[in-house]
């Protein structure tokens, strides 16, 4: 005899077969529309990107000297809007140099290189606004909440006290990490962590994120789930990504094109497959990788790489 | 160089004071969340006014006028507490720095000056809890406070004072040092000097003239000096409580301005 329906208890099996589409359908809904949204603003986008014509970001003879010391010499590139670029290469090649130039951190010795029109020398505020960065390390602030994280930096990107709530749930929703969000980050795994900055550094819907080794020391699961919501966000806001990695396999799966850098210039630049015919038939990366830099890849790594992997492992935990 | 108008200026300034005070914000929750430091850090002022400040009280050594020792010492301990936590605030921006979280905020369009004064705030909200801890302390020992409403909002004025003007100047050291090494080494270099060469146990009067000199361009000086006038209830001032506040402004703000054009500097 089947009970009155008051008498269910939460929880019960009927009681959640019940409810359960009941609550999927509208959530689905919205995920769709909230997706559709977002393929609109792309498209809309990439049509003012296609008016204003040309590159994204561009370099022109970006030259960055420590006393005799030439980290980056005369670095000529440039990226499309909605490209994801990544730029590889030995310890000390220079990447996080290039990286540091073109977010600002670092005046370039010599040379120039203008963001979505700005250029980084004259315009460095203007370049800022246009731009999100995820450092090399784990640096969200573990004495904060996920949400409080996301709260400063919205803050800090002028983004209307209005919108605020609405921009922080829409990212920790993209992010996967809505559970979470009053949590202590020190409670994190180290990729929730780096899920968070990505969240954080595109709050502001950056026009390129700058992504400084974006999985290190992270685990083969975590990687792929932040691997996903980067092209993720390619796909859905059309954001132009310019990473440095030291993993071939990262490379040969996310970048479209490809610039291996040695002792501070481009030793090539291409698509992966068009890299990787170049150098033989058969050739993996890691192939391409060793014969423009002149090393074995996993051979390197100082002392002062290793201690540093090491660092960022103990924190991930 | 193009020519602002009057409303650029004025929306140059309110985004000035928006993003300093979102910077303060942040180190406010911060502290919300674990409050443990700021009880730790109780413990030095207590041991100071309890053991150091009873003993001298009973030798009578000081000269300090018609005053008890302990009342004369009681706001000398808390700009000592306030300088204290704010000469090692550099520490944390070098610990930020190897985290990358300097990297993070520098690449956001936040005016330097506006990161650094926000970290200054931060040493302030801490300098506010030794400040209740001293008062705590002070009331205990029958110390004669003034609770004169005007004063104590010139207390916390002068203690946020103090935190930034000290927390900048160990900013900019730690700029131009760069690692923790260095740094907790000149740290240590630098608090005795500032607490000794000081009127904060004692009037610079019964000083050697030479240190007198020393003791006159030390901001500390002026700090306690403003705190002895508005904490006790008749407490007496050398310098007078406008000049020690003129003083204290003007030092924070050339400070906050030099390290405003090192701080982009420690990442590099």
């Known amino acids: ?317 | 160089m193009q020519r602002l108008g009057i409303i650029d200026y004025f929306g140059v300034i309110t985004n000035f004071i928006g993003k300093t005070l979102t910077i303060a914000e942040l180190e406010a929750r911060k502290l919300h969340h674990d409050f443990t430091e700021l009880l730790t850090r109780a413990v030095q002022p207590a041991l100071w006014l309890l053991i150091f400040g009873e003993v001298l009280a009973q030798v009578r050594a000081i000269p300090t006028g018609n005053l008890p020792y302990i009342d004369f010492m009681a706001p000398g301990i808390l700009a000592q507490s306030v300088l204290f936590i704010a000469i090692f605030y550099g520490i944390a921006i070098i610990w930020e720095r190897d985290l990358g979280i300097v990297h993070k905020f520098l690449a956001t369009p936040t005016p330097r000056s506006a990161l650094v004064l926000g970290k200054a705030l931060s040493a302030g909200e801490r300098g506010l809890a030794q400040a209740a801890i001293v008062y705590a302390l002070a009331l205990a020992l029958g110390v004669h406070l003034s609770w004169n409403i005007i004063s104590l909002l010139l207390v916390v004025v002068v203690v946020i004072l103090g935190a930034a003007l000290f927390s900048t100047f160990s900013l900019i050291i730690a700029c131009l040092v760069k690692t923790r090494e260095r740094f907790m080494g000149i740290g240590q270099i630098l608090t005795m000097p500032l607490f000794f060469a000081s009127n904060a146990i004692y009037p610079i009067s019964i000083m050697p003239s030479w240190l007198q000199a020393v003791s006159q361009v030390n901001p500390l000086t002026y700090e306690t000096d403003a705190l002895r006038a508005l904490m006790l209830s008749n407490g007496p001032t050398v310098y007078g409580v406008p000049f020690d506040l003129l003083f204290l402004v003007v030092a924070t703000a050339v400070n906050v301005a030099i390290g405003a054009k090192l701080y982009p500097r420690v990442v590099i």
């Open chain 1, 1 to 317: 005899m089947r009970r009155p329906w008051h008498t269910w208890k939460r929880g019960s099996a009927s009681f959640l077969h019940l409810t359960a589409p009941l609550l999927h359908w509208p959530c689905e809904c919205l995920e769709n529309s909230l997706r559709e949204r977002r393929i609109l603003q792309r498209t809309e986008w990439v049509a003012q990107q296609e008016a204003k014509g040309g590159s994204i970001l561009q370099t022109q003879s970006l030259t960055k000297r420590f006393g005799d010391l030439i980290a980056v010499n005369e670095l000529t590139i440039s990226i499309e809007p909605g490209e994801i670029f990544g730029l590889v290469g030995p310890n000390g090649a220079g990447k996080t140099t290039v990286i540091k130039m073109l977010t600002t951190l670092l005046p370039p010795t010599a040379g120039n290189a203008s963001v979505d029109g700005h250029s980084i020398t004259r315009e460095a505020v203007g370049v800022r606004r246009v731009i999100g960065y995820v450092p090399q390390f784990l640096s969200a602030d573990g004495a904060l909440t996920g949400y409080e994280n996301l709260l400063i930096f919205s803050k800090l990107y002028d983004i209307p006290r209005q919108e605020r709530k609405q921009r922080i749930s829409d990212v920790l929703n993209f992010m996967g990490l809505s559970g979470f969000s009053n949590k202590l980050v020190r409670t994190y795994s180290g990729g929730m962590i780096r899920r968070l900055e990505i969240a954080q550094a595109m709050l502001h819907r950056p026009k390129v994120l700058f992504l400084d080794e974006p999985t290190i020391g992270l685990d083969p699961v975590a990687r792929k789930a932040v691997w996903q919501h980067l092209q993720q966000l390619r796909a859905d806001y059309g954001t132009t990504l310019f990473l440095t990695t030291h993993y071939m396999d990262e490379a040969d799966l996310l970048c479209g094109r490809i610039a291996i850098m040695h002792l501070g210039k481009v030793a090539a630049i291409g698509s992966p497959s068009e890299l990787k015919s170049s150098v033989g038939d058969d050739a993996t990366l890691d192939d391409v990788f060793a014969y423009y830099s002149g090393a074995e890849v996993d051979s390197g790594g100082g002392y002062r790489e290793t201690s540093r992997v090491r660092r960022i492992a103990r924190r991930v935990g």
